[in-house]
């Protein structure tokens, strides 16, 4: 409320303003001079004051800086507030004080009194600041300015009395016209009420009001429009619903059927033609019937339309019905794939049982091997020989197992998961599925996606797999899934336990430069629009190609290096020069640059020294050869292995220097050879982490290469563990390793003697042509084969015979 009757002179009122007066704190609110406030008063001490007050009923009324103050200290009220009178004081039934008071004038608390039971303060007077003539009419056109917002604010809120525009329009005086506004408008904040209080200028009072009013008339404009928009919105809404109805019910008396019904109708007949079985198809009618019973505006129409139509569009008893025919399926395996006779007689022997028991569950087959194998192509050819649809899912980098099994369909936007889209895709129930990067799949809080495999790669269980979305069971055991991996190690037991395993190794040179003439430089050639006569690639420059341009197992490398050769022979046809082109070392030279590859003469050049040799290691991308050095110093028996290597490496390491510290003698050393030196062991590349025992027989050749100052024979390399025994022990990966010792121009190769019959099968004798393999079952057939020159020497000369050679 506002009183514009009490207007006293500033000079009376101050005449009359007592010096001490008590404070009332109040939470949230502002009293104005000139406004009357009716104050609920519960605190004790409040009060106290309250009924303390006789015919002096003057208080001060400040505002608290934190209303959730019970208790505010005196620094805890806001420095400025306003001097009021106590009109009336009504007493409430559960013990609280209703107090009526009025504002008088704007004070400013100079110092506190009593804090107890109730807070005084001395105060004095705040003047206003008036403006000078110059600025009267500046300040009057600033005054009817806000009157008029004001008035615009109070006319279009429900909320304030139409009395306010008329009491703001007879205020005369800017400064009661601002704290009458300021009193009056409820969005007022109280650090904005505060900030008007403190404000002495009055211009710079209406100023702030004025732009207060103009925030607020723009925050209304806005609410309005929203408020229309939304009206519109709901009133369209009815009125569509209203036609809708009409014209159902004109349809009905016309005996047609609207476009609601018709999609209903067409999605029963995909149901019935779908061959569902019966429990599926029950589920699917009776989401139709709920479909049906709803409005198109449902929030749900369209999820039960999608789920339902998911259903009648999947392959439930739809398949190729393709006969299996094992001479053409051969022919195409042959036709796409150069070698791999394993593989191919697993697939063939497959198609055979396949074609005697057409209703044989599918095998889960899953192919090893280092990249550019032929792994994902392979899974192509065999979709072909069965005339089956191929499909392929990347598990590489799958974190969530949705993925695998689907959402549910309380997610916004679900999905089933790969395996029934792929399904769909194929829209036959017996397609060829490839799980591609099988050992890339990650997990993380959303689940294993590996975990999730297990119940699709069994064949005992995915005749009633259950994708989160359908919800229903889907039966895969007519599926064919095919999965890759470069390596077993991160895939789960389990999920190993349901898949047959069969390994792709490595290409000799032989079979890449085989595989690039019948595949690769067709493909290229066409790739880059070459005319096929205006190019020619010479054995020979083909042989160079593989041997120094590329070290790897498979041929991706090759066919990029192959591409590179065919875009500089597209560029010389453009340029003009119709010539064939016959490519030669120094075309190669140009086109490529420097050669890239000189394993041959690196293990040549590295082991002319004692103390290194040259093992065979097994990796993801097919083998590899690895230097292995020793060397030594003064020092006291210490012994140092480096090369970032794990821990069954280290162990090797350990196990070698303590089967040449037991058998110093048979190899020429005394026995107490390394008690006056340090032993150092390295295996170069440090970047690269090294792990496992194969390379067991090659550090105790390091080590007996160093010691007796013996170089290792030269192109020889090894592999196999050892024990502390002597006895060497059979290893992995012996293709691999055997195909890698070739690549680096080796021709002494050392191996288990129990490995013989992995070189009997997995090796052909064109691939060990050249090749000179040694079988040792003892560490001293090594020594015997891996250090002619040791062996050479008088036995009885014993080790002061053999030149240690210089201590580092």
Request: with cysteine; net charge negative.
């Amino acid at each position: 409320m506002f009183n514009p009757s009490s207007s006293k002179s500033a000079e009376s009122q101050e005449s009359t303003t007592p010096k001490v007066v008590p404070v009332l704190p109040v939470r949230d609110t502002v009293l104005f001079p000139h406004a009357v406030l009716p104050l609920t008063v519960g605190r004790e001490s409040s009060i106290q004051l309250i009924e303390s007050l006789g015919d002096q009923r003057t208080i001060v009324v400040v505002a608290q800086r934190d209303p959730r103050q019970d208790t505010p200290a005196p620094e805890e009220l806001h420095e400025y507030g306003t001097l009021a009178t106590v009109h009336k004081v009504v007493k409430m039934p559960n013990q609280s004080r209703f107090v009526f008071t009025e504002g008088t004038e704007r004070v400013r608390l100079v110092r506190y009194g009593q804090t107890e039971p109730f807070m005084t303060a001395e105060v004095e007077t705040v003047d206003e600041k008036q403006v000078d003539d110059e600025g009267t009419a500046s300040l009057e056109a600033l005054q009817r300015n806000v009157i008029s917002q004001f008035q615009q604010i109070v006319s279009a809120s429900p909320t304030l009395s139409d009395e306010l525009q008329t009491i703001a329009a007879n205020i005369e005086e800017p400064g009661r016209a601002a704290d009458f506004i300021a009193s009056s408008l409820p969005f007022l904040t109280t650090a904005d009420k505060q900030a008007l209080l403190e404000s002495a200028d009055v211009a710079a009072r209406l100023e702030k009001i004025n732009q207060l009013l103009a925030k607020e008339i723009e925050v209304q404009q806005l609410r309005n429009k929203i408020q229309t928009e939304v009206q519109d919105s709901v009133q369209q809404s009815q009125r569509e619903y209203y036609l809708r109805e009409q014209l159902k019910a004109i349809q009905k008396e016309l005996g047609e059927v609207d476009e609601g019904q018709r999609d209903i109708d067409e999605l029963r007949q995909k149901i019935e033609a779908a061959g569902m079985p019966e429990d599926v198809k029950k589920e699917a009618m009776k989401e139709l019937n709920r479909l049906s019973r709803m409005s198109p505006m449902a929030s749900d129409s369209s999820l039960v339309r999608n789920y339902v139509e998911w259903l009648a569009s999947l392959p439930w008893a739809r398949s190729s019905g393709t006969k299996v025919d094992l001479g053409k399926a051969q022919e195409i395996l042959n036709d796409d794939h150069y070698g791999l006779k394993k593989v191919k007689d697993r697939i063939l022997d497959y198609l055979s049982v396949l074609e005697l028991k057409p209703d044989m569950k599918g095998p889960i087959l899953c192919f090893v091997g280092p990249p550019g194998v032929g792994k994902t192509s392979l899974g192509r050819s065999i979709a072909r020989a069965l005339g089956r649809k191929f499909q392929r899912v990347s598990l590489g980098g799958m974190h969530d197992e949705a993925e695998i099994r689907g959402h549910r369909r309380t997610y916004i936007g679900a999905l089933p998961g790969q395996i029934i889209q792929s399904i769909r895709r194929a829209d036959t129930n017996d397609p060829v599925i490839m799980l591609d990067e099988l050992d890339k799949l990650g997990r993380d809080f959303r689940g294993d996606p590996a975990a999730a495999l297990l119940e699709t790669l069994d064949p005992e269980q995915n005749n009633t797999f259950r994708d989160n979305y359908l919800d229903v069971p889907f039966d895969l055991s007519k599926v064919l899934f095919i999965c890759t991996a470069n390596m077993l190690d991160p895939i789960p037991e389990p999920l190993l336990d349901r898949m047959e395993i069969i390994f792709l190794q490595g290409y000799t040179e032989e079979e890449k430069v085989n595989i690039a003439y019948k595949y690769l430089i067709p493909r290229q050639i066409e790739a880059n629009g070459i005319p096929a006569q205006l190019i020619e690639f010479p054995k020979e420059a083909v042989q160079h190609m593989v041997r120094h341009y590329t070290r790897e197992a498979g041929v991706r490398r090759l066919e990029q290096v192959l591409g590179t050769v065919c875009r500089k022979a597209a560029r010389r046809y453009v340029e003009g020069n119709r010539e064939k082109l016959v490519l030669d070392k120094e075309l190669l030279q140009e086109y490529l640059g420097g050669v890239q590859v000189r394993v041959d003469m690196e293990v040549f050049e590295r082991t002319r020294r004692p103390g290194v040799a040259v093992g065979l290691a097994w990796t993801p991308a097919g083998g590899d050869v690895l230097f292995i050095e020793a060397n030594r110093m003064k020092g006291k028996g210490g012994f140092t292995m480096t090369g970032q290597i794990g821990e069954v490496m280290q162990e090797s390491m350990q196990a070698a220097l303590t089967w040449v510290r037991s058998n110093a003698s048979s190899v020429g050393l005394e026995e107490d050879f390394n008690s006056s030196v340090d032993l150092h062991i390295h295996v170069p590349a440090g970047a690269i982490p090294k792990d496992g025992p194969s390379a067991g027989v090659t550090m105790v050749t390091t080590l007996v290469s160093l010691m007796t100052n013996t170089p290792v024979r030269p192109f020889t390399a090894m592999t196999g563990e050892v024990t502390l025994s002597g006895n060497v022990l059979p290893v992995g990966g012996i293709k691999e390793k055997f195909l890698a010792a070739r690549r680096a121009g080796v021709q002494h190769v050392i191996l288990p003697a129990d490995n013989r019959q992995n070189v009997e099968e997995d090796l052909t004798p064109a691939q060990t042509e050249g090749v000179t393999i040694h079988y040792a079952s003892r560490i001293e057939e090594v020594l015997a084969a891996a250090l002619p020159l040791l062996n050479a020497r008088p036995q009885d000369s014993a080790a002061s015979s053999i030149p240690l050679g210089p201590i580092v």
